[in-house]
């Protein structure tokens, strides 16, 4: 049976007994007063758990769309700094006349290279060597450094004639204006086979827009490759690390689990331009850079000529960036199909082997011993320990025939191989059938007969759509595949430039769906909204939940309605049974088994403040101070900016009153968590 109980109840409202303080919102969760409508009823059966919540409910969903990898959360500040771009100089200005009497040139060449999947380097030939040839890189739009901030400066470098001295590279970092912000190094002793050099640079100054200038010296031949300016202040202090604001902001959502690399990227708009997992480990000179699908998916303004996956962050840091933030791994693998919406590429069947083994060999690689092929690759590159995968997604958003036909041979060849490693599959890219589309019932009948584990439903819908299926999952049936929200986001109309579109209306009509998807938590077991990151200057997609700009990030009130939901998330079902009088009021409540409490979401998506009356049955007594974190605007388009990055932020703060039975006024336009701590052993 479903675990929400009839909307009829026969309890009749008591008298008020409010704590008052003001008619208006407040950012205090026990200071509102509600409006003149009679109280709403509110029971948590606390005494009749109905069912576990998975204990990794809310995640996030990693996308490389909007700049999420270079130029987002791997910190890398130079572009294209293996000249692998399609115009292989882009990112990089020469200056049109060079002073100081130097004669020579640069040219992107591609012979003996370091590496067959990094083809191309730069060469800088200088017949007089004069005062050197400069090169500047423009950053991911520019880049970002801070006062006294180290960086260092690295770059394979190898040189004709082989002499000591012969060729040097100064490398200077200037601010925008062109004035430099950093003492000036210089790297020499380059030889004539490939080698790694670095220096230290420290900014004296702050700016979002500062350059990298790199200026070869000497008369001769010097190749350069894998040019790189990266921060030593790194997520979890980690070398070549990840970007610590937005790591952070992962961390603080307490994501259960991280699904990655995407999303669109993993098909591909062909398959040859599809993600490869096995070309993003090792060193990253020998990764293979991509083009970025959204680098051309939509028309100007919203294209990026100079997207690419430079794989920086790859397989391996995305499985680290889970063990950091205590998040279980589900990574998204190509099944032989292109993306669908562009040329709906297919491998043929008596092609798709090497797609299915490339599945196997990446659980190989995460669980495997250092005693099997890709456990013994794992443990080369660091991390001799599995990194315990339990789940992997077949294909993103797929549907159709093919799809199914391609999913039963993973399937096949996965559960044979490894009959625990769960497997999500796909039910194409809308949460319901259109007219003549039948592409999710079809795919959800076809998944049900082959017993699949996880279907991946998406749903990027306005607001009002949000709050008509805060039922949806009632009559799922619990014995059939379980349930991921892979991918949601509410879209108000109106897509204003980057955060507008993240308006507090989009966010509460997610938490009141959100409410439906704890209170079905034993069938929907993942929950992630999309897309997760991207820069101001640089996004295809919006809304999306954290932005930022080269020194900057903030959560949109989506983050922290997500947050409010993943750092409460409970271990129980408790039912609620809410009145008829609760229109445009949603609730859900669980048992956190780890405290002992119980916690309640409500979400007002009415104007006003409410009061509620809220009974928990089945407990016999209950402390009289919890927590109260009341997430609330007065505004329905209030948004939050860099400037004003917390303004529709939680407020947190004790909650007095508490007992069996009591009230509580909850703001207008608010999402409120209580935290209810009782005295009965569980
Ligand atoms: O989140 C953006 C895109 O939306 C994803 O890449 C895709 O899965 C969906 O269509």
Same mark, same amino acid.
């Given at each position: 049976m479903s675990p929400i109980m009839s909307r009829a109840s026969v309890l009749i409202a008591p008298a008020l007994a409010l704590a008052v303080a003001s008619g208006a919102w407040a950012p205090?969760?026990?200071t509102c007063r509600a409006d003149d409508a009679p109280a709403v009823d509110l029971v948590v059966k606390a005494g009749s758990p109905a069912g576990e919540i998975s204990p990794i409910l809310n995640g996030v969903f990693f996308e490389?769309?909007?700049?999420?990898?270079?130029?987002?959360?791997?910190?890398?500040?130079?572009?294209n700094g293996s000249f692998e771009?399609?115009?292989?100089?882009?990112g990089w200005r020469r200056p049109a006349l060079v002073a100081g009497g130097a004669v020579g040139g640069f040219g992107v060449v591609g012979d003996r290279p370091i590496h067959p999947n990094n083809p191309h380097f730069l060469r800088a030939r200088l017949e007089r060597a004069g005062a050197g040839l400069p090169l500047t890189n423009e950053g991911f739009r520019g880049i970002g450094v801070t006062k006294d901030a180290a960086f260092t400066f690295s770059v394979r470098g190898r040189s004709?004639?082989?002499?000591?001295?012969?060729m040097a590279l100064v490398v200077q970092l200037v601010a925008a204006?062109?004035?430099?912000i950093a003492a000036a190094q210089r790297l020499e002793g380059f030889t004539r086979d490939w080698k790694a050099y670095s220096c230290e640079v420290i900014s004296t100054a702050t700016d979002p827009r500062a350059k990298l200038t790199i200026t070869v010296q000497g008369a001769g031949t010097l190749d350069l490759d894998m040019v790189s300016l990266f921060p030593r202040d790194t997520f979890n202090g980690r &070398?070549? *690390? $990840?970007?610590p604001d937005l790591a952070r902001l992962l961390k603080d959502l307490k994501p259960g689990f991280v699904r990655f690399p995407g999303g669109c990227i993993v098909e591909g708009r062909t398959l040859a331009q599809r993600y490869q997992?096995?070309?993003?480990?090792?060193d990253r000179a020998e990764r293979r850079l991509i083009m970025n699908r959204?680098?051309?998916?939509?028309?100007p303004p919203r294209?990026?000529?100079?997207?690419?996956?430079?794989?920086?962050?790859?397989f391996l840091e995305y499985f680290q960036l889970c063990e950091d933030i205590g998040a279980k791994p589900l990574p998204v693998l190509n099944c032989?199909?292109?993306c669908q919406f562009n040329l709906a590429e297919l491998v043929p069947a008596e092609d798709l082997d090497p797609y299915i083994q490339d599945a196997l060999d990446l659980i190989e690689f995460a669980?495997?011993?250092?005693?099997t092929t890709w456990g013994a690759r794992r443990a080369a590159l660091g991390?001799?320990? &599995?990194? *315990? $995968?339990t789940m992997i997604g077949i294909g993103n958003e797929q549907w159709g025939p093919q799809y199914i036909a391609r999913y039963e041979r993973f399937a096949r060849a996965i559960k044979a191989k490894y009959p625990e490693i769960l497997l999500v599959s796909g039910a194409g890219p809308g949460p319901a059938d259109g007219p003549g589309d039948d592409r999710f019932s079809s795919a959800w009948d076809a998944l049900r007969k082959l017993n699949a584990d996880l279907v991946d439903e998406h749903f990027y819908m306005p607001p009002d759509w949000f709050y008509s299926q805060?039922?949806?999952?009632?009559?799922?049936?619990?014995?059939?595949p379980k349930v991921f929200a892979g991918e949601f986001a509410s879209h108000v109309r109106d897509k204003r430039p980057?955060?507008?579109?993240?308006t507090w209306e989009a966010a509460l009509s997610e938490a009141a769906l959100m409410t439906g998807l704890e209170r079905n938590g034993d069938v929907v077991r993942l929950a992630s909204y999309a897309p997760l990151f991207a820069h101001v200057e640089a996004?295809?997609?919006?809304?999306?939940?954290i932005w930022y700009d080269n020194l900057r990030s903030m959560g949109t009130p989506s983050y922290y309605v997500q947050k409010l939901f993943g750092v409460n998330r409970g271990t129980t079902i408790l039912p609620v049974r809410l009145d008829d009088?609760?229109?445009k009021l949603y609730a859900c409540a669980s048992l956190d088994a780890r405290t002992g409490q119980v916690v309640l979401k409500i979400v007002n998506a009415r104007p006003g403040p409410r009061d509620v009356h809220i009974r928990l049955e089945g407990v016999s007594s209950v402390r009289p101070t919890g927590e109260a974190q009341v997430l609330a605007a007065p505004d329905l388009n209030a948004v939050n900016t860099?400037?004003?990055?917390?303004?529709?932020s939680p407020a947190i703060g004790p909650a007095e009153g508490l007992s069996a039975d009591f009230h509580r006024a909850v703001p207008g336009y608010s999402l409120t968590v209580l935290r209810i701590g009782t005295n009965d052993k569980r």
């Open positions: 205090c969760p026990r490389d769309i909007n700049f999420a990898a270079d130029g987002g959360l791997y910190p890398e500040r130079v572009k771009f399609d115009d292989p100089m882009m004709e004639p082989e002499k000591a001295g012969a204006d062109g004035r430099p &070398p070549g *690390g $990840l970007r997992w096995k070309t993003t480990i090792g959204w680098n051309v998916e939509f028309s294209n990026a000529p100079d997207y690419y996956e430079s794989m920086g962050l790859g032989g199909m292109a669980n495997g011993p250092a005693t991390h001799p320990g &599995p990194f *315990g $995968l805060v039922h949806r999952y009632d009559g799922y049936d619990r014995k059939g980057a955060f507008g579109a993240n996004w295809q997609w919006n809304p999306n939940l009088a609760a229109e860099l400037d004003d990055p917390t303004r529709v």
